[in-house]
C-alpha cells in the first residue's frame, strides 16, 4: 500500500479518479440517525485509496457529492446498503451507478455461506488481511494503522468484482444480480424509512 490520501472535508477539485471507482464508508455504528458518517474512502483499482474525513458539524462535500451523484461514474461497494444510506441521510444525495460485491458474492458464490470482505480478499487475492480495527473509533484523529485498514476495503475491490462478474455469467446469474441492484435505491429508501424487515415475508 503505497498512495494513502488523506483529506479534510472533502475531495479536492482538480482530483481525476477514473470513471470506475472503489468506495467505502466508515461510521460511528450502524443505526443510521445516530451513527454519524466520519470517513468516505476511494480507490481508483491501483493500489491507491483517497480518504475523506467529515466536518461533522455540516457535511459541505460538493466534489464527492458530484462523483457519488455521476452516473458515468461506476461506484464498486461491499455491501453498499448501509454506505448509501448513510451518504444519503448525511450528504444529502442519491449514490448512482452502484455494483456490489457482497450481493454478487451471495449469488455467484453459492458454494459458501460466507461473504465477508476478508473472505473474498483471501479467495480471489490471495491475501490475509487484518480486519483489526473494523470495530474502531473514526471519529477523531487517524492513525497509521486505521489508514491501512480503510485502504484495504477498497482497493481490491475491483479485482473481485471483475473474478465474481466472470463466476456470475458463467452460471448465467448475471441478469439476477442487474435486477438486484436497481432494488438498492428502493431497499435504501426502506431503511431510512425505518422498514427494516423483509418487506417481502409473509
Known sequence: MNNIQLYKNDLPEDLNLGNKIAIDGEFMGLNVRRDPLCLIQISTGNSDAHIVQFDRQN????????????????????????????????????????????????????????????TLIKEFINIDISKQFQSSDFG???TPAQLKYCAN??????????????????ENRITLYQDCLKFLKTR?????ALFRDDIWSH
Open 59 to 118: 457535511y459541505v462535500a460538493p466534489n464527492l457529492v458530484k462523483i457519488l451523484s455521476d452516473e458515468k461514474v461506476t461506484k464498486i461497494f461491499h455491501y453498499s446498503r448501509a454506505d448509501i444510506a448513510h451518504i444519503k441521510y448525511y450528504l444529502k444525495t442519491d449514490t448512482i451507478n452502484i455494483l456490489d460485491t457482497k450481493i454478487a458474492s451471495k449469488l455467484a458464490r453459492s458454494y459458501s455461506d460466507n461473504h465477508s470482505l476478508k
Open 140 to 142: 477523531g484523529t487517524l
Open 153 to 170: 476495503d477498497v482497493i481490491f475491490l475491483h479485482k473481485i468484482h471483475d473474478e465474481l462478474e466472470k463466476i456470475l455469467k458463467r
Open 188 to 192: 435504501v429508501d426502506l431503511d431510512l
